[in-house]
């Protein structure tokens, strides 16, 4: 499939020049204060030896009042650690990255897409800190920055080990994201799984990189998940029509309801059709994803089948082979039906994410592009609205019928529907 058409036929929740630039400035922060962390434990290690009665005479002390910076996409906000030298030979911490005094950076309209765009590479990482305080900044080694690069790995290595025991997603959203950069391998592939908990926020639940797409990596991702305390299945499961995810879902959570994803279904679909025919089919599956009811979307499949089936067979079979994953929404409130007919929350937050990565020129390794990836998406993470409608999340986690996306009161129920409910 042509991930690229997705991104032209997908329409994000939030797609604002201002969202961007408020995940942006807030990465950068980030970035700043691991950068500066790493400055000051290089500090402490270089005194590990000056001690006092046994004791370290060099330590961490608080940290000086917060400050801003002025980069190309305004003020960032950093806060820089203490020293207290209980050997008063005077040493103090001074970050060679923010220095006392620095009001502005020297290159602030190139700041934030270096740090994004070329920060993967330990070369070009070190030139992108530099911009912050010009060509004559000194001290940022090759050595510091793969230390810096070292920390996120861990990072991602802790969280991906993280407890799992108190979690319940109700819906989960899954895909593979390749990213076209130099890698040890052809295609870099990333299987991601957002999750969304009873009360309606969204979280990264897995970020784990995988062979393509396949069965045996889905499983594998799936079983450790539940291994790590997730035993409860979710609800439902949007994703496109990779068969890897689907066989493994069923084996390792049967409970689970299906659900394609729209969007690439349209991709895929109009991919298998002439140019010029294209308008008029995504218009008739826009009819069937946007009926009212489950009936009205039958029709509506019906007629489209009826009207292309004969001139375009490829892309009506594409169509027809997972009408009923197609239309598992209509068994959940029709609040959640914006969110649930898509993956959409995971191809807008790596819209954004491939926009760091795609003119990466150098070689990147599996785990650093991985551990930029999950930065990238943590800080994303942080701006996610919750599910529209989120109070309706209880309902569906007790087992209350939904039809065509309306609850049905248990009072209108025969008995033997009662029973189910």
Known sequence: ????????????????SDALTELLRNGAKELISQAINVELEELLGKYSDHKIDGKQAVVRNGYLPKRTVQTGLGDVEVQLPKVRDKSKQGIKFNSLLIPPYLKRTESIEELLPVLYLKGISTGDFSEALKSLLGANAKGLSSGTISRLK?????????????????????????????FNIRSEEAKQCILVIIGVNEHGKKELLAIEEGYRESTQSWTELLEDIRHRGLTVAPKLAIGDGALGFWKAISKVYPETKHQRCWVHKTANVLNKLPKPVQPKVKEALHDIWMAETRD????????????????????????????????????????HWQHIRTSNPIESTFATVRLRTVKTRNAVSRATILSMVFKLAQSAEKHWRKLRGFKLLADVIDGVIFIDGEKQETENLDSEDRISA
């Not at 058409?5 to 604002?16: A, D, G, T, V, W």
Request: hydrophobic share 35%; proline share 4%; with cysteine.
């Open 1 to 16: 499939m042509d991930h690229d058409n997705i991104f032209q036929l997908k329409q994000p929740e939030e797609s604002s």
């Open 150 to 178: 070292q920390h996120w790995q861990e990072e991602h290595k802790s969280w991906s080990q993280r407890n799992l025991d108190l979690k319940k997603y109700v819906y989960i959203w899954a895909d593979g994201i390749y």
């Open 296 to 335: 009205d979307a039958y029709k509506a499949f019906d007629s489209t089948v009826k009207r292309f089936g004969d001139k375009y067979p490829g892309a009506i079979k594409c169509l027809v082979k997972d009408k009923e994953q197609m239309l598992a929404f209509y068994d959940f409130p029709a609040l």
